[in-house]
């Protein structure tokens, strides 16, 4: 309910300075010159054309919607370019999930702060469990445990932000660094979910994790690397080192709590012991696949820090 | 420096290079000639119907798989990716 309140009050402050660069131009002497009035009525001398310029400027639907043909040739465009935008948001849902994507961002501050809490301290979480609703899981502001897309997004940027600044200060600093870096990032994190598919898909685990979950849990690593890098800023080294294993660890832990209900039968879930081959691959797989974070975290900063 | 240019190779061109190259890889792998000298032919893939097809039948299934979908766009890829390097080195 808020949400589209705050929207719509963002829509109408961005509308104002809008309008008022529009009059300031009509109300300028080169207005006459941006707006021309070229329907053909208007070939009168100069200063008429300057007297009639902020009129025409001022309005400029005017002498167009005048005009029968033009009129025809506006309403076609308008129908035409209405055809286009569905037909662009037809086939764009067909190979991104736009509404998908939307649960994915649904979220407000006091989920975001809750779960950057989890992610470096999630020892005192009992209930890891994601919340249903008829069916389908629970939207991520309702459930802190429900994976979002929102935190890894914006801490991909921010880690490439606070990359290109620790080179800065390695005097190392270039503007196509910066795309490197993302680049790269961008492709680690894209094998690494490959390698997750690929090994979910091996040892067939009935589980109803989708790729942008699987790219979701593997974008929460970014925030104990930004973590670890500022840390490392600011006081050195070995604040580094101790804040970058503090980080591992938690996200060691949180994957491991995460994953667990998910990927592993019921019985191994709750914590007995189950026996059977099958159960072992999927403990050996939700452990390779948590372990596999602080490797990528270390490989991903260190050389940041010199 | 030399460490931190092998890190810094990676881009999404290269990303998609290693794509196709893999994808060559595991199209190449012929049944008869080849893997039915390891014991990983067509019959000794689809074993049992039960719930679990155990890793090998798995990565049979994918071996094959890939070889019967991504065989004609791998056809276009490559010889695209043949004209663009004798075109641009």
């Known amino acids: 309910m808020d949400y589209t309140a705050t929207q719509s009050g963002f829509r109408q402050r961005k509308l104002q300075p809008n309008m008022r660069l529009r009059t300031s131009l009509v109300d300028g002497s080169e207005g006459s010159q941006l707006f021309e009035d070229t329907s053909g009525a208007a070939s009168g001398p100069q200063t008429g054309n300057q007297q009639a310029g902020p009129q025409a400027a001022g309005f400029p639907g005017q002498s167009i919607l005048s005009d029968p043909m033009s009129n025809l040739a506006m309403a076609y465009g308008s129908s035409l370019a209405s055809q286009g935008r569905e037909m662009v948001d037809k086939n764009l849902d067909r190979f991104i999930p736009i509404s998908k994507l939307k649960y994915y961002f649904a979220v407000d501050t006091v989920y975001v702060g809750k779960k950057l809490g989890l992610l470096v301290f999630p020892y005192m979480h009992e209930n890891w469990e994601v919340s249903y609703q008829q069916d389908t899981p629970v939207a991520p502001r309702f459930d802190v445990n429900a994976p979002d897309l929102y935190i890894p997004a914006m801490g991909f940027i921010t880690y490439i932000l606070v990359a290109g600044l620790a080179l800065g200060t390695q005097n190392k600093f270039s503007p196509e660094l910066l795309g490197v870096q993302a680049s790269s990032a961008f492709v680690w994190l894209i094998m690494e979910v490959l390698a997750v598919l690929l090994s979910l898909y091996l040892v067939t685990v009935n589980t109803d994790l989708t790729t942008i979950d699987l790219l979701a849990f593997s974008g929460y690593k970014y925030v104990g690397m930004i973590v670890g890098v500022v840390a490392g800023l600011l006081f050195g080294r070995p604040a580094y080192y101790l804040s970058l294993l503090w980080c591992c660890v938690a996200i060691f832990v949180f994957m491991i709590r995460t994953l667990r209900l998910k990927l592993l039968s019921e019985a191994a879930a709750e914590g007995r012991l189950v026996r059977g081959a099958k159960n072992q691959l999927r403990m050996y797989l939700t452990m390779s696949i948590a372990a596999a974070q602080p490797i990528f975290m270390y490989w991903l900063t260190y050389h940041l820090i010199r | ?89």
């Open chain 2, 1 to 89: 420096m030399e460490l931190k240019s092998f890190y810094m190779a990676f881009t999404l061109y290269s990303l998609i290079q290693t794509a196709i190259l893999c994808t060559n890889a595991i199209a190449v792998l012929h049944e008869e000639r080849f893997l039915s000298k390891f014991g990983w032919g067509v019959d000794h893939g689809v074993g049992g119907f039960g719930d679990d097809p155990g890793i090998k039948a798995q990565i049979l299934t994918l071996i094959r798989s890939v070889r019967t979908v991504m065989r004609v766009p791998l056809i276009i890829v490559n010889s695209a990716c043949i004209v663009l390097l004798l075109l641009f080195g």
